[in-house]
């Protein structure tokens, strides 16, 4: 049963910490997104890769985010240094691209910042 | 850049009855993907049905069906038979090909009462 996978499902670190979330894209899809959902914003896209390759991460703040695919298995968002504002949900979606554009999302990652 | 607007905060509907939620968007896009997802307490985003704005034809699946008016704008959710698992938030989403930039809604929270 092919599915997204997102690793740590939850994440509590105090305000400064490093924070790496990871994403395994469904086998075979070769678009993968990040977003994330807070009550204030809604849920907002931070980056997104086609082929592993960056296509736009206008929607991260440059300056403490990023976000890379060491290889077509995994993705990873990485906070450094944290801040309270960044608790949230992180969602990684994959795509197939095709006529169909559906994206599979992950389960989410609950980070919390204190 | 493209909109989404759900006007309705939180909603609900009795058990088997009818329920429709709305969604408008702001584009000046021709070719586009219009998407509801639901999410349940548990996170998951689920994907519950896709249109194509080159289709004229309304999308629908099983109790599910979309009302999609492109000159207005407009793509609503109707859910016939409504039953207490569809309780969830249901989030609007814009997608312009072939990026897959996707671009949701504040969401509408259902409860199907019993």
């Known amino acids: 049963d092919a599915r997204v996978t997102q690793t740590p499902r939850h994440k509590v670190t105090e305000m400064g910490q490093e924070v790496t979330m990871r994403c395994q894209p469904i086998l075979g899809h070769n678009t993968v997104f990040w977003y994330r959902q807070t009550m204030m914003q809604g849920l907002e896209l931070l980056a997104y890769f086609r082929n592993r390759a960056p296509l736009d991460d206008s929607g991260m703040p440059k300056d403490r985010f990023s976000a890379e695919m060491p290889d077509a298995t995994l993705a990873t968002l990485k906070i450094q240094p944290s801040e309270p504002r960044d608790s949230a949900v992180y969602f990684c979606a994959s795509g197939g691209g095709g006529r169909n554009n559906e994206q599979f999302f992950g389960p989410g990652t609950r980070l919390t910042v204190l | 850049a493209q909109t989404v607007t759900q006007s309705q905060p939180e909603m609900s509907v009795q058990e088997a009855e009818t329920v429709t939620l709305s969604c408008t968007y702001d584009?000046?896009?021709?070719?586009?993907?219009l998407f509801w997802y639901k999410q349940p307490p548990s996170r998951q985003m689920i994907l519950v049905i896709r249109?194509?704005?080159?289709?004229?034809q309304n999308a629908t699946e099983n109790r599910f069906s979309v009302n999609f008016q492109k000159a207005a704008k407009s793509f609503s959710l109707k859910i016939s038979d409504s039953q207490l698992g569809d309780t969830a938030m249901y989030f609007c989403a814009f997608m312009k090909p072939p990026s897959g930039d996707m671009r949701f809604g504040a969401g509408t929270r259902l409860t199907v009462k019993p």
């Open positions: 249109q194509e704005a080159y289709k004229q």
């Open positions: 584009t000046s896009e021709n070719n586009y993907y």
